[in-house]
């Protein structure tokens, strides 16, 4: 069995590294064990649906059943998703993680809604058109633009059932051009229609409600804490259970909540945003910040090959991410050579000081701030625009905060030489920028002066940590806070 608190025994092990043995996938959906939820799918050959491995229907017969990497490679051979499981809710899929930087890159930007055209993401990732589709059909075994416009119909569908939006709002924040099409969409790849999918009619309203997953253990409290002492007062706010903050996006500002629900392995997220267009990058950013796809086994695996021992791993270690690049940036550039208490601070004057000021009309009445106002981050052209004489800091790290601010107007996104070449700017800043702002899973802050002060207490090897190196940083500084506190 695969069910131990103490321990994965060896089929668990092999599971997580991506082993591909059905016998393994009987075993786990046999057990229910919720670690695998996302690694695999369940199609029922009698049904003609297909679940998550941790769905409370009646367990098939193994006959009757055969197994997928990916939902959307289900839905390609015909199989309906299931109703009560609802397989478009699990954590992303990692089985075809392991095919290469370009595929993943490429998987994202096929997610993405509204969608591109395949010819404008071959472009981006600079192969062609034609070798980009051999790519993904090896991949997941469908084109790009099948693996698109199911990714768009699991999103509606995730819309119509968790959400209380119209189906005219539906239809447009999921990318299709009419209610026609939508109609389409969930008779051919779910096999139903949106109205069979929404029991009963609800009161149209515009804040969305959504339950997001992930693979436990999920150590919330160190997440809490993470983004609690990283919090810029107006702008985010943590509580016992929560973490919640106001963003800018497409020029408006919008807000989300997401309570922390430790029984269903996951949160529930609430966003307000006036602009519903972009709805999709805004729940998968929500994800990322919170890192909710993080697989908790492969990285303990690659911490203890590093050469941590058991007992010095923190349990559902996860990295909380920033709400973008350039808030990254901007957090790193404020922070250098001072502490994070005194980095917050300026941060947290920068942003009130040139940040948008949130209207009453979507401010949240359970967010408390000391003055009642709130703010969402600063663009990149309003720091420009400003002298900064505000900040407390040398004029040498003004001057680097503005021309970082500067690479990013426009909505560009600067390459890292660029970055480098600011003057104050040095390899440090830039790799808390790759890991906290790009989600990079694989840097290993050995510059850093905390990490290189643990790293030198044990003996660990910190290539072997990869590609996984930046929970190895963030390791480091949880046995320093440990250190501390013993």
């Keep these: 069995m695969l069910m131990s608190d103490n321990g994965a025994v060896q089929d668990d092990r092999a599971l997580a590294n991506e082993v591909l043995d059905e016998s393994l996938f009987s075993k786990a959906r046999l057990s229910r064990d919720p670690r695998f939820d996302g690694r695999f799918f369940v ?7 297909f679940c998550r491995p941790i769905c409370p229907a009646r367990l098939p017969k193994e ?4 197994y997928f990497e990916h939902a959307t490679q289900a839905m390609a051979q015909g199989y309906r998703p299931c109703f009560r499981c609802r397989p478009d809710s699990a954590p992303r899929s990692a089985a075809w993680k392991g095919v290469g930087a370009t595929v993943s890159r490429a998987l994202s930007l096929l997610s993405a809604i509204p969608i591109e055209s395949v010819s404008d993401i071959a472009c981006r990732l600079g192969i062609s058109e034609r070798y980009l589709n051999k790519l993904v059909v090896n991949a997941v075994g469908i084109s790009p633009k099948q693996f698109q416009n199911m990714q768009r119909a699991l999103f509606a569908k995730q819309l119509i059932q968790q959400t ?6 539906v239809s447009v924040t999921a990318g299709y051009q009419s209610l026609r099409q939508l109609q389409r969409a969930m008779e051919q790849y779910c096999a139903t229609s949106p109205t069979q999918l929404r029991k009963k009619q609800c009161a149209e309203q515009k804040t969305i409600s959504l339950f997001l997953s992930y693979r436990p253990p999920y150590n919330w409290y160190n997440v809490r804490d993470f983004l609690a002492t990283r919090a810029i007062e107006g702008m985010e706010h943590v509580t016992e259970n929560s973490y919640q903050r106001y963003f800018s996006n497409q020029s408006c500002v919008g807000f989300f909540k997401a309570v922390h629900d430790e029984a269903r392995c996951g949160f529930n997220v609430h966003i307000d945003m006036p602009n519903l267009s972009s709805l999709h ?3 998968e950013n929500i994800k990322l910040v919170l890192d909710l796809h993080a697989d908790p086994l492969l990285i303990e695996q690659s911490l203890m090959q590093a050469g941590l021992s058991k007992k010095q791993l923190t349990s559902g270690l996860r990295l909380p991410s920033a709400w973008s690049v350039f808030e990254s940036g901007c957090r790193a550039i404020v922070g250098q ?4 208490k005194a980095a917050i601070g300026q941060v947290t004057l920068l942003v009130h000081q040139l940040g948008e000021r949130v209207p009453n009309v979507v401010s949240s009445q359970d967010f408390d701030t000391e003055t009642g106002e709130r703010y969402s981050f600063p663009t990149p052209e309003a720091v420009v625009s400003n002298s900064l004489e505000f900040l407390r800091m040398p004029q040498a790290r003004k001057s680097a905060l503005h021309s970082f601010a500067q690479l990013f107007v426009g909505d560009n996104m600067p390459a890292h030489e660029d970055i480098l070449a600011i003057k104050g700017v040095g390899p440090w800043t830039l ?3 790759k890991m906290r702002g790009e989600r990079d899973p694989d840097i290993y802050l050995g510059g850093d002066l905390i990490v290189r002060k643990i790293a030198q207490q044990f003996p660990i090897d910190p290539e072997k940590a990869a590609p996984w190196r930046s929970y190895l940083t963030l390791q480091l500084w949880q046995l320093s806070n440990q250190q501390k506190e013993s």
């Design 43 to 49: 199609a029922v050959k009698t049904t003609g649906i």
């Design 63 to 66: 006959e009757n059943v055969t």
């Design 164 to 169: 209380h939006l119209s189906m005219t709002d």
């Design 281 to 283: 990058n805004v729940i």
């Design 337 to 340: 050579q001072v502490s994070v």
């Design 431 to 433: 790799d808390y920028l």
